[in-house]
Protein backbone atom coordinates (compact mmCIF):
# COMPACT_ATOMS: atom_id res chain seq x y z
CA UNK A 1 0.00 0.00 0.00
CA UNK A 2 1.49 2.91 -1.16
CA UNK A 3 1.27 6.82 -2.00
CA UNK A 4 4.43 8.55 -3.43
CA UNK A 5 4.08 12.47 -2.86
CA UNK A 6 6.70 14.61 -6.29
CA UNK A 7 6.70 17.75 -7.60
CA UNK A 8 8.12 19.46 -4.35
CA UNK A 9 10.75 22.34 -4.72
CA UNK A 10 12.52 25.22 -4.07
CA UNK A 11 10.27 28.02 -5.83
CA UNK A 12 10.40 32.15 -5.34
CA UNK A 13 7.40 33.56 -3.61
CA UNK A 14 4.39 34.44 -5.82
CA UNK A 15 5.53 31.32 -7.44
CA UNK A 16 3.76 27.74 -8.66
CA UNK A 17 4.51 24.34 -8.21
CA UNK A 18 2.32 21.17 -9.09
CA UNK A 19 2.77 18.19 -6.68
CA UNK A 20 1.61 14.80 -8.02
CA UNK A 21 0.49 11.66 -5.11
CA UNK A 22 0.48 7.89 -6.82
CA UNK A 23 -1.10 5.07 -5.28
CA UNK A 24 -0.78 1.98 -5.83
CA UNK A 25 -1.90 -1.26 -3.90
CA UNK A 26 -5.88 -0.29 -3.05
CA UNK A 27 -8.88 0.71 -5.43
CA UNK A 28 -7.17 4.68 -5.50
CA UNK A 29 -10.96 5.42 -7.04
CA UNK A 30 -12.71 4.35 -4.16
CA UNK A 31 -11.38 6.31 -1.74
CA UNK A 32 -10.98 10.59 -1.08
CA UNK A 33 -8.06 11.61 -1.19
CA UNK A 34 -6.34 14.81 0.03
CA UNK A 35 -3.35 17.22 0.88
CA UNK A 36 -1.38 18.36 4.24
CA UNK A 37 1.13 19.98 5.47
CA UNK A 38 3.98 20.72 8.03
CA UNK A 39 5.34 23.86 8.08
CA UNK A 40 7.74 24.63 10.35
CA UNK A 41 6.62 25.48 14.48
CA UNK A 42 3.36 24.03 13.69
CA UNK A 43 0.84 21.54 13.29
CA UNK A 44 0.17 19.70 10.60
CA UNK A 45 -2.53 21.06 9.09
CA UNK A 46 -5.37 19.77 5.89
CA UNK A 47 -5.18 21.71 2.72
CA UNK A 48 -7.02 19.92 0.65
CA UNK A 49 -9.26 16.87 -0.54
CA UNK A 50 -11.05 15.46 -3.07
CA UNK A 51 -13.84 13.09 -2.93
CA UNK A 52 -14.11 9.68 -5.22
CA UNK A 53 -14.75 10.40 -8.42
CA UNK A 54 -13.77 14.24 -7.74
CA UNK A 55 -17.78 15.53 -7.10
CA UNK A 56 -16.16 16.68 -4.08
CA UNK A 57 -13.58 19.30 -3.04
CA UNK A 58 -12.13 21.18 0.30
CA UNK A 59 -10.11 23.53 0.66
CA UNK A 60 -8.42 25.70 3.81
CA UNK A 61 -9.44 29.22 3.61
CA UNK A 62 -6.05 30.62 3.12
CA UNK A 63 -5.30 28.79 -0.32
CA UNK A 64 -8.98 29.15 -1.80
CA UNK A 65 -8.35 30.85 -5.09
CA UNK A 66 -4.53 29.83 -5.16
CA UNK A 67 -4.44 26.39 -4.93
CA UNK A 68 -6.47 23.79 -7.06
CA UNK A 69 -7.04 19.78 -6.18
CA UNK A 70 -7.70 17.43 -8.98
CA UNK A 71 -7.06 13.40 -9.59
CA UNK A 72 -6.86 11.05 -12.53
CA UNK A 73 -8.25 7.64 -11.50
CA UNK A 74 -6.88 6.02 -14.90
CA UNK A 75 -3.74 6.56 -13.52
CA UNK A 76 -4.23 6.49 -9.78
CA UNK A 77 -2.92 9.99 -9.17
CA UNK A 78 -3.94 13.12 -7.09
CA UNK A 79 -2.28 16.50 -8.22
CA UNK A 80 -2.50 20.09 -5.58
CA UNK A 81 -1.80 22.90 -8.48
CA UNK A 82 -0.01 25.78 -6.04
CA UNK A 83 -0.24 29.22 -7.23
CA UNK A 84 1.16 32.13 -5.40
CA UNK A 85 2.98 30.30 -2.70
CA UNK A 86 3.91 32.41 0.26
CA UNK A 87 6.97 31.96 2.28
CA UNK A 88 4.63 30.84 5.42
CA UNK A 89 4.09 27.67 3.10
CA UNK A 90 7.14 26.23 3.14
CA UNK A 91 7.23 22.82 4.65
CA UNK A 92 6.66 19.31 4.01
CA UNK A 93 3.49 18.16 1.86
CA UNK A 94 1.78 14.96 2.43
CA UNK A 95 -1.30 12.75 0.48
CA UNK A 96 -3.31 10.54 2.57
CA UNK A 97 -6.25 8.28 1.53
CA UNK A 98 -9.36 7.66 3.45
CA UNK A 99 -12.95 6.52 2.76
CA UNK A 100 -15.73 9.11 3.34
CA UNK A 101 -16.56 12.16 1.95
CA UNK A 102 -14.40 15.36 1.54
CA UNK A 103 -15.29 18.09 3.45
CA UNK A 104 -14.25 19.97 6.43
CA UNK A 105 -13.67 17.34 9.23
CA UNK A 106 -12.52 14.37 6.53
CA UNK A 107 -9.17 15.78 7.98
CA UNK A 108 -9.49 15.09 11.52
CA UNK A 109 -10.29 11.26 10.86
CA UNK A 110 -8.29 10.12 8.20
CA UNK A 111 -6.47 7.14 9.23
CA UNK A 112 -2.47 5.68 9.30
CA UNK A 113 -3.10 3.48 7.23
CA UNK A 114 -2.72 5.34 3.48
CA UNK A 115 -0.09 8.42 3.72
CA UNK A 116 3.07 8.81 1.58
CA UNK A 117 6.45 9.71 3.09
CA UNK A 118 5.86 13.42 1.65
CA UNK A 119 7.71 16.16 -0.65
CA UNK A 120 9.48 19.35 0.41
CA UNK A 121 8.52 22.94 -0.46
CA UNK A 122 10.86 25.69 0.30
CA UNK A 123 9.45 29.23 -0.66
CA UNK A 124 12.25 31.52 -0.46
CA UNK A 125 13.90 34.50 -2.91
Known amino acids: LHLVESGGGLVQPGGSLRLSCVAS????????VGWFRQVPGKEREGVSCIGSGGLSTNYLDSVKDRFTISRDDAKNTAYLQMNNLNAAEGGVYYC???????????????????WGKGTQVTVSS
Open 96 to 114: AADVGPCDSAWYSYVGDDY
Open 25 to 32: GFTFENYA
